[in-house]
């Protein structure tokens, strides 16, 4: 594709509700990450994949967020039970996987609302 | 721990005044440092990146190891430079961490 793709664009849920968010980086990207802006908090790091395995999850805020990617290629952002505080845009990221000036490219996030 | 800091949520010059954006970072190892800009409704992009000792947009940023610091700079702010300003560090290979970004206004 043309560049990272990521959906829904918007997602209207409510509390307590399970969500998916979706991420198609770009072909041969090795490397992918989702962030959460949010006001205030700037660009906030959740996790980080490398092909399939993720070597850094640490910044996934709790156990009701959680992170797969297959295939070396999508990559799901499962939230559980939701809450108001998850309110926020999601963004991923990715990037070829190595070398030296590494360019990150970002998709055009997940607004995820939750009432 | 914060890696990198941008002490600046909100920063207004006018058009045509020079302009300079902070960030400090932390860590142990040898950087890599970017400035990220975020233009009104569109994604976030990569500006520019100390390795490369660019110029984009007539923007610069200096990496000075010894004030932990990698400051943009513009000599003549432009009404189209208003935008979200992010300062991010490459660590432990191809991780990547944000400041909190600096909301950049032109006044006309």
């Known amino acids: 594709g043309a560049g990272v793709s990521q959906s829904p664009s918007n997602k209207v849920t409510e509390k307590g509700k399970d969500v998916e968010l979706r991420c198609d980086p770009i072909?041969?990207?090795?490397?992918l990450y989702w962030y959460r802006q949010s006001l205030g908090q700037g660009l906030e790091f959740l996790i980080y994949?490398?092909?399939?395995?993720?070597?850094?999850k640490s910044g996934l805020p709790s156990d009701r967020f959680s992170a797969e990617r297959t295939g070396g290629s999508v990559s799901t952002l499962t939230i559980q039970r939701t809450q108001q505080e998850d309110s926020a845009v999601y963004l991923c990221?990715?990037?070829?996987?190595?070398?030296?000036?590494?360019?990150?490219?970002f998709g055009s996030g997940t607004q995820l609302s939750v009432l | 721990a914060q890696r990198v800091t941008q002490p600046e949520k909100l920063l207004s010059v006018f058009k045509g005044a020079p302009v300079e954006l902070k960030c400090n970072y932390s860590?142990?190892?040898?950087?890599?440092l970017f400035w990220y800009v975020q233009y009104s409704r569109q994604r976030l992009q990569l500006l520019l990146r100390?390795?490369s000792r660019e110029s984009i947009k007539g923007f610069t940023a200096d990496l000075n190891k010894g004030e932990t610091s990698f400051h943009l700079k513009k000599p003549f702010a432009q009404e189209e430079d208003s935008a979200m300003y992010y300062c991010?560090?490459?660590?432990?290979?191809?991780?990547?961490?944000f400041g909190t970004g600096t909301s950049l206004t032109v006044i006309p």
């Open positions: 990221a990715s990037s070829l996987g190595g070398g030296a000036g590494e360019k990150l490219f």
């Open positions: 072909s041969g990207h090795t490397a």
């Open positions: 994949f490398q092909g399939n395995s993720a070597p850094d």
């Open positions: 860590y142990s190892g040898s950087p890599e």
């Open positions: 100390h390795i």
């Open positions: 991010a560090l490459r660590y432990t290979g191809n991780q990547f961490y």
